[in-house]
T-cell receptor, first 114, second 110 residues
Framework: DSGVTQTPKHLITATGQRVTLRCSPRSGDLSVYWYQQSLDQGLQFLIQYYNGEERAKGNILERFSAQQFPDLHSELNLSSLELGDSALYFC?????????????FGPGTRLTVT | TQLLEQSPQFLSIQEGENLTVYCNSSSVFSSLQWYRQEPGEGPVLLVTVVTGGEVKKLKRLTFQFGDARKDSSLHITAAQPGDTGLYLCVGWNYGQNFVFGPGTRLSVLP
């Protein structure tokens, strides 16, 4: 158990809809990262938040947005969903450990768009 | 742009065999992590290497960080079906974000 929690585990929705994915980082971790993993593909970095502020952006579509709340949990909002958005969405949290940073991943949310 | 390459991309071996997975870059990294991911699950951190030339062992897994901190290897001795999964190397540098390799998909057949 990494200590990172994600809800829901599975989500099935229709094209054009909007969904919200939730992530709670490990206790004490200030950074949260969101990744998308399509079938048999690598992890694509979407966005990073640090202590409530956006820190870095990757290949995140304009239809997607995220935020990190004062209690450090984060939400990823996906709107106007398309079939191609079907994927596993992972969040990870990190902190400095022995002079470097390590990421710990949650179990993921499997999104299916029909 | 920092890139990490991994080889081989796919590896299918019999139980009991040894194997080595490589992670290479033209860039220097402050640290490098190795993860194993099973289908439908999140990547699990196996090890972090920080010092050039560092060797870390985790049971039958041996991880090495190159002297110049540009490359790393993962050696598995006497592979078991439970070792099956996607192995990811991830580099990190101060002031930058994590850089992911494409992964090596390992299948260990009983």
């Amino acid at each position: 158990d990494s200590g990172v929690t994600q809800t829901p585990k599975h989500l099935i929705t229709a094209t054009g809809q909007r969904v919200t994915l939730r992530c709670s980082p490990r206790s004490g971790d200030l950074s949260v990262y969101w990744y998308q993993q399509s079938l048999d593909q690598g992890l694509q970095f979407l966005i990073q938040y640090y202590n409530g502020e956006e820190r870095a952006k990757g290949n995140i579509l304009e239809r997607f947005s995220a935020q990190q709340f004062p209690d450090l949990h984060s939400e990823l909002n996906l709107s106007s969903l398309e079939l191609g958005d079907s994927a596993l969405y992972f969040c990870a949290s990190s902190r400095q450990t022995s002079g470097t940073y390590e990421q710990y991943f949650g179990p993921g949310t499997r999104l299916t768009v029909t | 742009t920092q890139l990490l390459e991994q080889s081989p991309q796919f590896l299918s071996i019999q139980e009991g065999e040894n194997l080595t997975v490589y992670c290479n870059s033209s860039s220097v990294f402050s640290s490098l992590q190795w993860y194993r991911q099973e289908p439908g699950e999140g990547p699990v951190l196996l090890v972090t290497v920080v010092t050039g030339g560092e060797v870390k062992k985790l049971k039958r897994l041996t991880f090495q960080f190159g002297d110049a901190r540009k490359d790393s290897s993962l050696h598995i001795t006497a592979a078991q079906p439970g070792d099956t999964g996607l192995y990811l190397c991830v580099g990190w540098n101060y002031g930058q974000n994590f850089v992911f390799g494409p992964g090596t998909r390992l299948s260990v057949l009983p």
